[in-house]
């Protein structure tokens, strides 16, 4: 079904468009009367290029005259244009035509000749819109809409940075989010076979929650991508505490004496400086057995599952803060054996 079909371009000022295109006015002082659900596409009026580049389009949503000059200064603020510009055409003119434009984005952006004069640019060819793709939501348009109908003054300035901060914070959590998507396997791999992938992503985690390590030996690196491989330690760090582990992917198998002998040896050769005051930690997905746990309670090491070290992790994405230190810091309490339920509990 084809929603519209757009055969001119109107021309607005630079400023205007990329104000239009962003989503910060929804309507314009327009140089004549729009009929109400007419179409065009959006072009910028500088007569100085051979080309335009078209992007967007938009459909009248009304038209109404404006001849308040007392209250120029808040509808200049909501249209975001000088205020001279519209106490001058009152002057001369009595009232301003003030159009209010939905703005919708092209299926694709298409380039037309800068050949002609006038308020509106025919296209060569016409384009046909089978599906609506707005700049703003239908609230939020509106709720622009009604503040430039109503004349209602902008938001202190403050108020709108601090606003606009918030909106950066959470579109670069979004775009961060995009290349978080190992987060999501943490759990996963923890309880299969692929140790060495899991490996990668319990350093992957504890980078992203905080710990570092300066040393770049790749057998006791916290480098995701320089894993120590046979007779290197898992899980080494340096900040802001000691600590030391192994990973063990399985799904559901107990936790083997040998995995605490190993954690016990690779950590006193790779971390000799820092084994005995480290914290000791061993990521498996199964629990100690009754032959282990005497030996890991003795040797002061905690377990943790995938799903505690994911969860983690994601409370940290979430939260930026303190939290998941506190419950990081747990760790650091030395308290002894599967230690995921001490750190679950809260989270």
């Keep these: ?26 309507a314009i002082h327009s140089q004549a009367f729009n009929r109400p659900k007419q ?23 009304g038209s109404q005259q404006f001849s308040e000059k007392d209250k120029c200064d808040i509808l200049a603020a909501r249209l975001q244009v000088p205020i001279e510009s519209l106490q001058t055409t009152i002057e001369q003119n009595g009232f301003i035509w003030l159009s209010y434009l ?25 384009v046909y819109i089978n599906e609506l793709q707005p700049v703003l939501d239908d609230i939020t348009y509106a709720k622009r809409k009604r503040e430039v109908e109503k004349l209602e003054p ?17 579109q670069q959590k979004i775009e961060t989010s995009k290349n978080l998507d190992w987060i999501q396997k943490i759990a996963r791999v ?20 905080g710990f570092s390590n300066s040393n770049t030996n790749p057998k006791a690196s916290l480098d995701p991508d320089a894993t120590g491989g046979a007779g290197g330690i898992d899980l080494c760090c340096e900040l802001p505490y000691p600590l030391v582990g192994e990973c063990k992917a399985s799904a559901n198998k107990a936790v083997l ?6 954690l016990t040896n690779l950590g006193q050769a790779h ?65 002894i054996g599967n230690s995921y339920r001490l750190i679950n509990r809260p989270i």
């Design 102 to 126: 939905r703005v919708y984005y092209l299926p694709s952006p298409i380039v037309i000749k800068n050949n002609t004069k006038g308020i509106f640019l025919a296209l060569e060819d016409r």
């Design 154 to 170: 902008p938001e202190p300035l403050d108020v709108q940075i601090q606003k606009m901060l918030e909106e950066a914070e959470f």
């Design 190 to 209: 923890g309880n299969s076979s692929g140790g060495h992938e899991f490996e990668k992503l319990v350093r992957k985690s504890f980078i992203f929650l």
């Design 271 to 335: 971390f000799p400086d820092h084994y005995e005051k480290a914290v000791k930690i061993i990521i498996a997905a199964g629990s100690l057995n009754r032959h282990s746990k005497p030996i890991a309670i003795n040797s002061k090491m905690n377990v943790i599952k995938p799903e505690t070290l994911e969860k983690l992790v994601k409370l940290k994405f979430a939260y930026t803060g303190g939290h998941v230190t506190k419950l990081l810091n747990r760790l650091n309490q030395r308290r």
């Design 1 to 26: 079904m084809t929603e519209a079909t757009i055969f001119a371009a109107l021309r607005l000022p630079s400023g205007v468009l990329s104000s239009l295109e962003s989503g910060s006015i929804t």
């Design 39 to 61: 179409n065009f596409a959006l072009c910028s009026d500088d007569s100085l290029v051979s080309e335009v580049k078209i992007s967007t389009w938009a459909r009248c949503d």
């Design 257 to 262: 004496t040998k995995v605490c002998g190993q």
